[in-house]
């Protein structure tokens, strides 16, 4: 089973730095995915910075959303509690 996200704070590069509930830290790098499909809706930070968790993993007002073993898998955890 994949850890919960407690936090998710937007960062002008296009990335998100993650909190999970196990105390993993991470930061997930989207500039990848956001010329296709609905990442589209994202890709400017007025769009990206409007990011919010639901339920176990994060979305945004837009409708987007990502799947949580999504997020912890391409996350780069950069801490450890």
């Not at 590069?13 to 010329?35: A, Q, S």
Request: charge should be negative; aromatic fraction near 12%; charged fraction near 30%.
């Amino acid at each position: 089973m994949y850890p919960s996200v407690k936090k998710v704070v937007p960062n002008e590069d296009l990335t998100l730095t993650v909190t999970f509930d196990n105390g993993e830290e991470g930061i997930l790098d989207l500039k990848p995915h956001l010329d296709f499909g609905v990442f589209r809706k994202i890709s400017d930070y007025d769009s990206f910075r409007r990011v919010r968790v639901a339920f176990d993993t994060i979305e945004w007002d837009c409708g987007v959303d990502l799947d949580p073993e999504f997020v912890y898998a391409k996350c780069r955890i950069i801490a450890r509690t």
